[in-house]
């Protein structure tokens, strides 16, 4: 069984900056690739930005582009986002996902941030 982990998430002022960071764990798990979501209030969720192992290449929404930051370590199953210049409409319940194929198959229960403008 393979569990996900997520933790940092709190109150910030807009400008301000969080990093989360998340762990996944199981007997002999290892991931392709780690991810974050969110779901922003009355939205859908929506995808973040990710990181694959094999090439250490990042993805990232549009409208974080230049302020979030992904980062990791394979070997662990961990995954770092740092976020840089939060605004109020990033305040979001925001979820940890990994996957071995090429489905976002591992999902964490989710850490509330909220912005204040």
């Known amino acids: 069984q393979v569990q996900v982990v997520e933790s940092g998430g709190g109150l910030v002022q807009a400008g301000g900056s969080l990093r989360l960071s998340c762990a996944a764990s199981?007997?002999?798990?290892?991931?392709?690739?780690m991810g974050w979501f969110r779901r922003c209030p009355g939205k859908e969720r929506e995808f973040v930005g990710s990181?694959?192992?094999?090439?250490?290449?990042?993805s990232y929404k549009d409208s974080v582009k230049g302020r979030f930051t992904i980062s990791g370590d394979s070997a662990k199953n961990t995954v770092y986002l740092q976020m840089d210049n939060l605004k109020p409409e990033d305040t979001a319940v925001y979820y940890c996902?990994?996957?071995?194929?090429?489905?976002?198959?591992?999902w964490g229960l989710g850490t509330q941030v909220t912005v204040s403008s």
């Open positions: 996902t990994a996957r071995v194929t090429s489905t976002w198959s591992y």
């Open positions: 199981g007997r002999a798990f290892r991931s392709n690739a």
């Open positions: 990181i694959s192992w094999s090439s250490s290449s990042t």
